[in-house]
């Protein structure tokens, strides 16, 4: 068999481009998470946790809103338009909160911010400009620069904050976010057809189907539940470093660093043994039981800083294995016509934990403190432990993709049929609309040959 060719120039354009534009998106997030409860209290009105909290979350509040609407519309309108207009409210937003000067006006531009949600347009301009056997990797490519801007915003976040402020952030946020509109305009190529793809966005009609699976609820509880923990955890523990461990907040990333490294290189060899062993089901159930581990040991015993950054180490070696297989999960749970949408649904989940957390996170931290904190995250998890035992161990498949020929006169449901009789295919369906085949196929030992000479058959 021959060779696969490799992403042509226009597809590693797109793909690098792409990537460092959700990157950059990310950012707007990830630079704020371990400096902004220390900051934003200075403000006027930052006296209130409830307050402090809401500004932190309202980002996601407004991205869980609008993220399915504006990838759907950008199926309408162009991939482009909408991505310029999400960048110029993130600039908006980010120009707002720079020159705020009370915690409500910071709170009306975290949601501006919020409202430019592009992830969606952004996947699907992707999607239209890599062939089908190709998507899967520039996919990993935008998962690989989330991953790369969330550890150095950690690290970096703090020293930066001590230097510029958190107004000077915002302000370098939006600079960013407008050479990004320069960059889309000039750097990302265009495509020549847009057209849907179920394998990279949200269907409405698909909704009620992932909306109804078991196992898909089960993972979409799952990234609420991480990420609300995540974003209460980031409401205090900047607040808890300098108050408890007597680490000046521009010092920050001298915890971070460590415990983000161990994080990492904790989870690698964890992800290998799931999925290359078939025991991704053993490795996530476990990561859960030590994030509630984290969870509750911030809440009952943080004497001193060493015993918050124990917690903190063990937090990051189970976030970054739970962060690293939840999608992984997600694309062999859902029907593979519904990846799309399961994502999408995937994503706005997360999204509104990051409002839920940290806003139920402030006013828990002004009623009693961190221990309530983290005793909701710790209930968070347990709730979670619970519903993951009754996950259904997922089959080791993946997803390939074939195109159909444009002027291909045959019957779909036809082929989808033969498809699905291939050896190792557990799933096939013919999108012929957007003239692809799309397979759940065994990760090894499936007859691509035979599936090949099928497709080849078509054109």
């Not at 990993?140 to 952030?169: C, H, N, Q, R």
């Not at 950054?309 to 016509?337: C, G």
């Not at 002004?366 to 998890?381: I, N, R, S, T």
């Amino acid at each position: 068999m021959s060779a696969k060719p490799r992403l042509s120039a226009v597809e590693l354009r797109a793909a690098t481009g792409l990537a460092g534009l959700y990157a950059l998106r990310m950012l707007g997030m990830f630079l704020i998470l371990p400096v902004f409860a220390v900051y934003a209290g200075h403000l006027p009105g930052g006296e209130s946790h409830v307050l402090v909290g809401l500004a932190f979350g309202a980002y996601g509040l407004t991205q869980a809103l609008l993220q399915l609407p504006f990838g759907m519309w950008s199926d309408r309108v162009g991939r482009k338009k909408v991505i310029y207009i999400g960048l110029a409210l993130f600039a908006l937003g980010s120009i707002l909160c720079a020159v705020a000067d009370h915690i409500v006006w910071m709170i009306v531009g975290r949601a501006v911010q919020g409202a430019g949600a592009i992830s969606a347009a952004i996947t699907a301009l992707l999607a239209d400009l890599t062939r089908e056997e190709h998507r899967t990797k520039a996919m990993a490519m935008i998962g690989g620069s989330i991953a790369t801007t969330f550890a150095v915003s950690l690290v970096a976040a703090p020293k930066l904050a001590e230097w510029i402020g958190l107004p000077g952030i915002f302000a370098l946020t939006a600079a960013l976010a407008i050479a990004a509109i320069v960059g889309v305009w000039r750097v990302i190529p265009s495509p020549a057809l847009s057209r849907h793809h179920s394998d990279a966005e949200a269907d409405a009609s698909r909704l009620p189907q992932v909306l109804r699976d078991p196992q898909l609820l089960r993972l979409n509880y799952g990234v609420f539940a991480l990420h609300a923990a995540q974003m209460a955890m980031f409401t205090v523990m900047p607040l808890l470093l300098t108050h408890v461990g007597g680490i000046a907040l521009p010092h920050h990333w001298w915890i971070y660093l460590p415990v983000v490294l161990v994080g990492f290189v904790l989870m690698v060899p964890a992800v290998i043994v799931g999925e290359k062993r078939n025991k991704l089901k053993q490795v996530f159930v476990l990561a859960i039981a030590l994030m509630l581990i984290a969870q509750l040991g911030m809440a009952l015993w943080l004497p001193d800083l060493t015993a918050i950054v124990a917690w903190l180490a063990l937090y990051f070696v189970a976030f970054n294995v739970l962060e690293a297989t939840q999608p992984s999960l997600i694309s062999k749970v859902a029907p593979v016509a519904a990846r799309g949408t399961a994502m999408g649904v995937y994503n706005t989940c997360q999204s509104a934990s990051m409002f839920a957390g940290s806003a139920m996170a402030g006013w828990l931290f002004q009623q009693g403190g961190a221990m309530p904190v983290f005793l909701l995250c710790a209930g968070l998890m347990a709730v979670w432990l619970i519903v993951s035992l009754g996950m259904q161990p997922p089959l080791p498949v993946r997803t390939q993709m074939f195109h159909i020929g444009e002027n291909w006169p045959g019957e779909p449901a036809a082929l989808s049929v033969k498809l699905g009789q291939i050896d190792g295919v557990k799933e096939a369906v013919v999108l012929i609309d957007e003239r692809v085949a799309l397979l759940k196929v065994l990760q090894s030992g499936w007859d691509e040959a035979a599936a090949q000479q099928l497709i080849a058959e078509t054109h």
